[in-house]
């Protein structure tokens, strides 16, 4: 079992930056491949970005060169880096952790993160 616990979210201007993190337990962190997925109201939950064990990474072309995903093995975290935030990037953001050819799939709790002037 993993427990992830995501923070960082609030409110910020467009233009802005805020900087997630997700917090994970358990010993294998460094194994799953950790995502950070966004839900705004009346959509459906999107992927943003997602970094492998072995540090690839992948981008929902509407964040490419405006946000960054990094992690931190020793720490268990992962971070979502967003710059250059835009009104229609406001949404609940939450953290997602993957063992690839598994079932083992968690979520937090999510993170509200509001973008407006």
């Known amino acids: 079992q993993v427990q992830l616990v995501e923070s960082g979210g609030g409110w910020v201007q467009p233009g802005g930056s805020l900087r997630l993190s997700c917090a994970a337990s358990?010993?294998?962190?460094?194994?799953?491949?950790m995502g950070w997925y966004r839900q705004a109201p009346g959509k459906q939950r999107e992927l943003v970005a997602f970094?492998?064990?072995?540090?690839?990474?992948n981008f929902n072309d509407s964040v490419k060169g405006r946000f960054t995903i990094s992690r931190d093995n020793a720490k268990n975290t992962v971070y979502l880096q967003m710059n250059s935030l835009k009104p229609e990037d406001t949404a609940v953001y939450y953290c997602?952790?993957?063992?690839?050819?598994?079932?083992?799939?968690?979520w937090g709790q999510g993170t509200q993160a509001t973008v407006s002037s």
């Open positions: 997602n952790a993957r063992l690839p050819a598994t079932n083992y799939n968690y």
């Open positions: 358990g010993s294998i962190f460094s194994l799953y491949r």
């Open positions: 970094i492998g064990s072995g540090g690839i990474t």
